[in-house]
């Protein structure tokens, strides 16, 4: 036999009705039995909000909404509820106690299950705390230092790391690898869950802070609405602001690369704004109608000078979005499946050269990929001549990792620096077990990438 529809189903075909003839009181009335029914589901007090505010009724629309920022963040939603208390303050600013209501522990707790290791600048896990042990690291200050290996032979450029110390490496999931459909397939956005948001890189910079930081965060914050086609970062311009998805999607688009990055709900756009003196190096165009959070570059230092271990969360928000978009993106990478992707992200450490440490030698093959993070990187010819400074997050050494070539030029550290490494040689140890990337990798050879380099400014 057929299971009879439930109720609730009836009335939200009701509402859908009383929606498209504008029969808003009825609507309303709708909503509020769909409310008694689901109690726990905060976006039917959103959606009740939302035409309450239609109908003039700002009062009961800032109370609906109220109940929705409770609700959002006892689930785990805590972006969205961090977004709803922008709504409620936009109508009435005096609400400010709204703040309040945007609690993380949901969200910390649903983070902390789904890492084996986190960065944070809150507390700790405690011992005693339920779910599996989570172990904490810094990748500020436990990065391992480049120490160059004088047994490399002449034509290689190797490095080598203190005895005894292991490597800093992020736990990536496949959630964040997954490559997702191109935009015009993907105008209405699907839903996440909380676990699944849990996974993305906004959530530290809500779960994984003080109550105060957060607090600061949601009200320096600015909430940002766009419609389809409507561009909310331009490549080139200056990066002055971190861009978090509450709903909705974007698609990131480098000049005329047909190689898209759709970003969701619980990405984060923009992360060029993490990095030291560099402008967007993409458009970002919203797909669909869009809600974000935007939170000025000149708030996050200020928040870290203030709380200096938002700095590492930051760090990794930063580098977990250079390496899902540089295995979403780059030919050598976007062929695989997300299985090899995860092993290929799970190669990734955190080191740092020191100022003078040539990270590249002109005439040698490189170690390794490397992501610069933080620093100054100066590029040279040959000769010892200066190229000029080179932006950070933009991938070197990719033609030594793919072809086995000796660089052309010398990329050497200006100050201390800090990047991301993924050793050649673990590469190399992927590709004797997998065939089938060996002949991907074969493909890309004959076509013969050239190399390509980020400069900042005027070379010289």
């Known amino acids: 036999m057929f299971r009879r529809p439930s109720k609730t189903i009836d009335l939200r075909a009701q509402l859908s009705q009383a929606l498209k003839a504008e029969r808003l009181h009825e ?14 589901e905060p976006r039917w007090s959103h959606r009740r ?24 963040a006892a689930k785990g939603f805590v972006a969205r509820a961090a977004a709803m208390a922008k709504v409620i303050l936009a109508i009435d600013p ?61 034509g290689e450029s190797r490095f080598t790391k203190p005895e005894k110390t292991t490597d800093v490496r992020l736990d990536m999931s496949s959630v964040e690898l997954l490559q997702r459909p191109l935009a015009p397939e993907s105008e209405i956005s699907l839903r996440p869950s909380a676990e699944t948001l849990a996974q993305l890189p906004s959530m530290p910079l809500f779960a994984e802070v003080p109550r105060e930081i957060l607090v600061a965060l949601v009200e320096g914050s600015t909430l940002v609405d766009a419609e389809d086609g409507e561009r909310l970062v331009t490549a080139g311009t200056a990066a002055e602001a971190l861009y978090v998805i509450v709903e909705g999607s974007v698609v990131g688009q480098r000049g005329t690369d047909l190689q898209s990055l759709l970003l969701g709900e619980g990405d984060v756009a923009g992360v060029s704004c993490l990095l030291s003196h560099v402008s967007y190096g993409e458009d970002i165009i919203a797909c669909g109608r869009v809600r974000t959070l935007r939170i000025d570059k000149m708030l996050l230092d200020q928040l870290v000078e203030r709380h200096p271990p938002l700095g590492d969360v930051l760090l990794e928000i930063l580098c977990r979005r250079l390496i899902a978009t540089l295995l979403r993106t780059n030919p050598v990478f976007t062929a695989f499946d997300e299985t090899i992707r995860r092993e290929i992200a799970g190669l990734f450490e ?60 010398t990329v050497q550290a200006g100050s201390d620096v800090l990047l991301l490494r993924m ?3 673990q590469f190399g140890d992927l590709l004797l077990h997998r065939p089938d990337v060996v002949q991907h990798i074969q493909v890309l050879k004959r076509r013969s990438v050239n190399q390509g380099y980020a400069f900042l400014g005027r070379q010289d």
């Open 350 to 409: 955190v080191r740092r050269a020191l100022e003078g440490t040539k990270i590249l030698e002109a005439g040698k093959r490189a170690d390794g990929l490397y992501l610069p993070l933080h620093g100054r990187i100066v590029s040279r010819r040959a000769d010892g001549t200066r190229i000029a400074e080179m932006e950070l997050g933009h991938p070197i050494g990719e033609e030594s990792l793919l072809m086995r070539q000796p660089s052309l030029i």
């Open 49 to 72: 909000g939302d035409l309450l505010q239609r109908m003039g009724r700002k009062a009961d629309a800032v109370a609906a909404y109220e109940r929705a920022v409770s609700l959002y």
């Open 423 to 425: 050793p050649s040689a």
């Open 94 to 154: 005096s609400k400010s106690e709204v703040l309040s209501r945007v609690d993380s522990d949901a969200a910390r707790r649903l983070h902390r299950l789904t890492r084996s290791v986190i960065v944070t600048a809150d507390e700790p896990p405690r011992p005693e705390s339920n779910g599996p042990p989570t172990d904490t690291q810094s990748l500020i200050t436990d990065a391992l230092p480049l120490i160059t290996d004088h047994t490399a032979p002449p």
């Open 27 to 40: 609507a309303l009335d709708i909503y509020e039995l769909i409310e008694k029914k689901l109690k726990d």
